[in-house]
């Protein structure tokens, strides 16, 4: 399932303007906190605030909604600057993240390596398409038929390949809650998960998974493969002391970073936007990777008033984002380098991913690009609206709406119609942001 969802994806990317990919990007420059400064000094437009409170009513103090203009300009705004729980929006945030760090072409890698003692190893980045495929080529070459004969065992003795792993209390963010981490949908992150660590339910043994197969494909081969579980810290300290260089016997790479963002948030795939995050935060520990990230924002000049994050999915009900921030990030992204990449990963209305089911028969089908957000309660979508006046950077969050589907189709209708504000004198000024 997921891997034809990458083929597909991957055809997309043809359509992409070439833009030279660099192994360190910089962003646009921000001046004087500008994602802030722009609130303070936004304009709203009254006939679109007047369509987002209509379009809410009574549920006013359930909403947060934003829409921001090409020009970085706040035409309306509903309790922009009250956090909420975003659900997946928060995807917006990990992949835009994972692409200025890491790049449009960056793959994660998965490699067994022969160290100078002579023992294997494999080493995982947390490819969520790894296969059992590959995995079998791996056995291969471990026990000597796939081109490494070095390496080569008899039955009686069994080949040791050490696993390189995050201790188990890493493998979830600590406050996911116990019944999701069952699901496909909430299974661990690990460096090494064949299939995303997902069958119809979450793994929750990867490693007898893992040694299962070793062992069907070595028996077919007449050998043996016996696992070692390693810790990956630990297991970094001690090769850091050794100045030998281990060989790459094998190795396997994931679909291109825009294909994996593609994944995360068209498809809002959960594992592929968890392992993004902890690889362009460089470190496997959700907390420490959630801090990594919040700088970042803070970075970019993003609104940062109440923002909370604690994993890169949006699973946690921990994560708090508004819908200011939201929009000035998208905003933000569309002045980034890799725009394009960035755009061409969300779902689009009434064609593809979350959004092929919605808005149909209205002229957003094919204009809105944007990510899709549901937890029980909860109902978030963020993205960009084209209109005939340039593009509009809308978020929406609701946190105990009744029918929040309706009302959100009811503003980006509205965000379109009124794209062109009537009256830009009659504006009505946003206080700034706390330092």
């Known amino acids: 399932m997921i ?17 030279a990919a660099t192994p360190l990007l910089a962003p646009p420059p921000v001046v004087q906190r500008q994602g802030q400064a722009m609130l303070s000094g936004g304009a709203l ?8 409170e209509s379009a809410v009513g009574t549920e006013e103090r359930l909403w947060s909604v934003s829409v921001v203009d090409q020009r970085g300009q706040l035409l309306a705004d509903l309790n922009g600057g009250i956090p909420r729980i975003p659900a997946s929006n928060q995807k917006l945030v990990s992949t835009a993240f994972a692409l200025d760090r890491l790049g449009p072409d960056f ?8 160290h100078p003692d002579g023992s294997l190893e494999i080493v995982g980045e947390g490819d969520p398409d790894l ?4 995995i079998q080529k791996f056995a291969m070459v471990a026990l000597g038929q796939g081109g490494s004969s070095s390496t080569s065992s008899s039955a009686s003795a069994p080949v040791q390949l050490m696993v390189r792993e995050e201790p188990r209390q890493l493998w979830w963010p600590a406050d996911w809650d116990p019944a999701d981490r069952s699901y496909a949908y909430g299974a661990p992150i690990t460096r090494l998960a064949l299939t995303s660590n997902a069958l119809h339910m979450a793994v929750m043994d990867p490693a007898a998974r893992l040694q299962r197969i070793l062992n069907s494909t070595a028996h077919q081969q007449g050998g043996q493969i016996r696992l070692q579980m390693v810790d990956q810290r630990t297991r970094e300290a001690a090769l850091a002391r050794n100045w030998r260089a281990s060989v790459v016997l094998h190795s396997e790479d994931s679909a291109p970073m825009h294909a994996l963002l593609s994944l995360a948030n068209t498809e809002s795939h959960n594992f592929t936007a968890e392992v993004l995050m902890r690889e362009a935060a460089d ?3 959700a907390n420490r990777a959630s801090i990594a990230t919040t700088r970042w924002l803070q970075a970019q000049g993003i609104p940062m008033t109440g923002l909370r994050l604690r994993d890169g999915s949006g699973l946690s009900r921990g994560n708090r984002l508004t819908s200011r921030s939201l929009s000035v990030l998208l905003w933000r992204m569309a002045q980034h380098p890799l725009a394009a990449y960035y755009q061409a990963s969300m779902a689009i209305a ?19 690009w944007g990510k899709t957000g549901t937890l029980r309660g909860v109902r978030s979508i963020s993205g960009i609206l084209e209109t005939t006046n340039g593009p509009r950077y809308v978020s929406m969050i609701a946190n105990g709406s009744y029918a929040p589907n309706s009302v959100m189709g009811q503003i980006l209708l509205a965000s379109q119609r009124i794209s062109r504000c009537p009256a830009w004198t009659a504006a009505v000024t946003l206080p700034a942001e706390p330092d």
């Open 131 to 134: 296969s059992i495929a590959e």
């Open 283 to 285: 470190v496997w520990d």
């Open 3 to 19: 891997r034809s969802a990458l083929v597909s994806l991957l055809v997309l990317v043809p359509q992409l303007p070439v833009r």
């Open 45 to 52: 437009c009254p006939a679109l605030q007047t369509a987002l």
């Open 107 to 114: 793959r994660l890698k998965t490699q067994l390596l022969r």
């Open 350 to 368: 009434g064609q593809r991913g979350t959004l092929r089911n919605y808005f149909w028969g209205t002229t957003l089908v094919g204009r809105f």
